[in-house]
């Protein structure tokens, strides 16, 4: 079965920049799509960017409007490892970012979900 850890959270201010990684184990890359999600206080879990690997060892992204330019999804598949750079961050970015893997499609479902990594912009 599938197991996802996040990591990379933190404090920083706006305009810093994090680096989140989530680490599988399985085999979760290979034709899956995985992502991440976040939730704000008071807010509802939102789509934050997902990358899929299709057919030709070629990876497609999606990214939520509100982070497009500013967010970047990769992926490493010798490593099991999915990361999130972050950059540009606004104080409406906080949240708690979540990890998600074994979608056939880049916005889901998902099947399996990290513990999630706590995100804080201070303005």
């Known amino acids: 079965q599938v197991q996802l850890v996040e990591s990379g959270g933190g404090l920083v201010q706006a305009g810093g920049s994090l680096r989140l990684s989530c680490v599988a184990s399985?085999?979760?890359?290979?034709?899956?799509?995985m992502g991440w999600f976040r939730k704000a206080p008071g807010k509802e879990r939102e789509f934050v960017a997902a990358?899929?690997?299709?057919?030709?060892?070629?990876?497609?992204?999606d990214y939520s409007d509100s982070v497009k330019g500013r967010f970047t999804i990769s992926r490493d598949n010798a490593k099991n490892t999915m990361t999130l750079q972050m950059n540009s961050l606004k104080p409406e970015d906080t949240a708690v970012y979540f990890c998600?893997?074994?979608?056939?499609?880049?916005?889901?479902?998902?099947?399996?979900w990290g513990q999630g990594t706590q995100v804080t912009v201070s303005s």
């Open positions: 399985g085999r979760t890359f290979s034709h899956n799509a």
């Open positions: 998600a893997a074994g979608s056939s499609s880049l916005l889901g479902p998902y099947d399996y």
């Open positions: 990358v899929i690997w299709s057919g030709a060892n070629l990876d497609y992204a």
